[in-house]
């Protein structure tokens, strides 16, 4: 994983004319991974998650809910995801439930 200053100096050093392999004994990195940058198929400062999503499994279920019924509580639908193996905590569950914009948006409800 490259910095996103070094993600600029390496975009930087290419327009330079630098090549591939120079631009990484420069920066002291293997040329795949200064390659990959160049290509765009790697972002700076993203690392590529290692375990699977947690929430993953179950969001069809979550949608489904939500889609059921927009103002059930958070608790309630935790209470219901642990029952079927979710492992993750509370704080977690929610979380992950505003990162992916599940509850549908409700005027009446926004405080």
């Known amino acids: 994983m490259l910095t996103r200053g070094e993600a600029v100096e390496v ?3 290419q327009a ?3 090549t591939v ?12 991974t200064i390659r990959a940058y160049l ?14 999503d947690p929430l993953a499994r179950f969001e069809p279920y979550l949608r489904a809910r939500l889609g059921d ?11 219901e995801i642990v029952a079927l193996g979710y492992e993750r905590s509370y704080p ?12 549908p948006h409700c005027e009446a ?3």
């Open 11 to 13: 975009h930087a050093l």
């Open 16 to 18: 330079r004319g630098w």
């Open 69 to 79: 019924d927009q103002h059930v509580w958070a608790t309630v639908l935790f209470a």
């Open 21 to 32: 392999s120079a631009i990484a004994r420069h920066l002291g990195r293997d040329r795949k």
């Open 39 to 52: 290509n765009g198929e790697r972002q700076p400062a993203v690392r590529k998650r290692t375990m699977p």
């Open 109 to 111: 409800c926004r405080g």
């Open 92 to 103: 977690t569950f929610v979380r992950q439930l505003r990162q992916r914009g599940l509850r």
